[in-house]
Each structure stands twice: as C-alpha cells, then as structure tokens.
C-alpha cells in the first residue's frame, strides 16, 4: 500500500484574521515587548505571541490572579503579561531550564518594571513545582509538549476553585486534527492529543480551545 501524504501545517485562524487582530491590540506597544519579539523572531525561539499574550493577560485579570505558576517561561514574555495582570501584590513563579533566559528575563522584566512580581527559577518545571506549596489561581503549561499530560496531572490539584489551567499549542499546527502528518518530535502529537481528552473529559473543569496562533486551552475548575 503508498504511503499516504502527509498534511500540511495548518492555520487555526486565517492570518488576514490575526492581521486584524493584532491590529486592534496596538495600545499593548511597548518597547520591551518589541525587543522580545525581535530576539524571537531573529532566534526563532517559541513564543506566544502579542494576541496570546493579550489573551493571557486578560484571563488572569477575570479572575483576579494573585499567583500564576508557569511552568515552561522562557525568556519571560508569557510572564511579562501575567505580571501586568498580577499586579504590585501578586507573584508570577516562573521556571526555565536555562540560566541565560533567567538573565535575559530580568533584563526585560526590570525594564518594564515587573521584575519584582516575578520569582524566576531555573531548573525543571515539575521538580520547582513538587517543592512550591500551596495553590494557585492559574497553571500555565508551556514546556516540552510530551510532557503535557504529567504536567495536567500534576497541577489540576493545585488549582483553586474558579482558577484556570492554560496551555499552549494544543492544536499542533493542525496535526490533532489529521492522520497523517509530519512529526516534529516523535510523540509529542499523541501527547498533545491526550492532554486535550484528559482537560476536556475532567469533571471538575469546564474546557475551551481558542484556535488563536496554535491554540490555547483554557480549564476553570468548578466551584463546589
């Protein structure tokens, strides 16, 4: 039997569409967020993006997040919009396997004056999450994506009554979607796949993906 053809990547949301979009979010301009966009863009390093981070942001006002853990932070620039929303008060735990994305986040975060609400570790996002206490009002997943479903385990109890689980990339670039197609790392489509069966079929959460960039879960864990 051929070998069927692999799908192409496929755009959740149409780009003349997010063109629109991002047109509408122009009052977030700022210098920092333009310099972390122009290193991803120059590295080509993975982040969410100016529509995602508007997104994130405004969830985290919603339900007036104090405590954000993330687990996966990069160079802070999901955390630069979680910090915003967090306010003087609040604290965004932040954890990143590499030490110079620790230094390039405080360079970024002090010039935009958040570098005080965040608590930024370097190590393994699961290891800093086992020996932080208490609970949050939102977990954040954005680490190596066959990790997904361990992380969904990990922090759904940890998340107070009313509070959110997010995660990134949960539509792949389509690849959830289709049969065939091209893997990027071996695995992590499947994982991605049942990470989004596990929030959506948890009695405790109400789930929705917004198809925005490459796809945003959103969990909020009922109230008793």
Avoid at 34 to 50: S, T, Y
Avoid at 63 to 70: G, I, K, L, S, T
């Amino acid at each position: 039997m051929a070998e069927q053809p692999k799908s192409p990547a496929i755009n959740p949301v149409h780009p003349a569409i997010e063109s629109y979009m991002r047109r509408l979010v122009q009052a977030t301009d700022h210098p920092v967020l333009a310099d972390m966009e122009a290193l991803a863009e120059k590295n080509n390093f993975p982040i969410v993006g100016r529509l995602v981070g508007t997104f994130l942001e405004t969830l985290a006002k919603m339900v007036n997040a104090q405590r954000v853990f993330e687990f996966g932070s990069g160079f802070g620039y999901s955390a630069y919009w979680f910090a915003k929303a967090v306010g003087g008060q609040g604290q965004v735990i932040c954890t990143e396997a590499d030490f110079l994305n620790q230094e390039k986040a405080k360079n970024y975060l002090s010039a935009a004056n958040l570098w005080d609400r965040v608590d930024f570790q370097v190590g393994m996002a699961q290891e800093v999450f086992a020996r932080t206490e208490g609970v949050f009002d939102i977990c954040y997943n954005d680490v190596d994506k066959g990790d997904y479903p361990d992380i969904w385990r990990m922090a759904k109890g940890r998340i107070r009554p009313g509070g959110l689980y997010i995660a990134d990339n949960v539509l792949w670039k389509g690849r959830v979607a289709v049969e065939n197609y091209t893997e990027a790392f071996s695995g992590w489509t499947e994982a991605i796949k049942e990470h989004n069966e596990l929030v959506f079929n948890d009695p405790e959460f109400d789930a929705f993906i917004n198809p925005t960039r490459d796809g945003v879960v959103v969990a909020r864990r009922k109230m008793p």
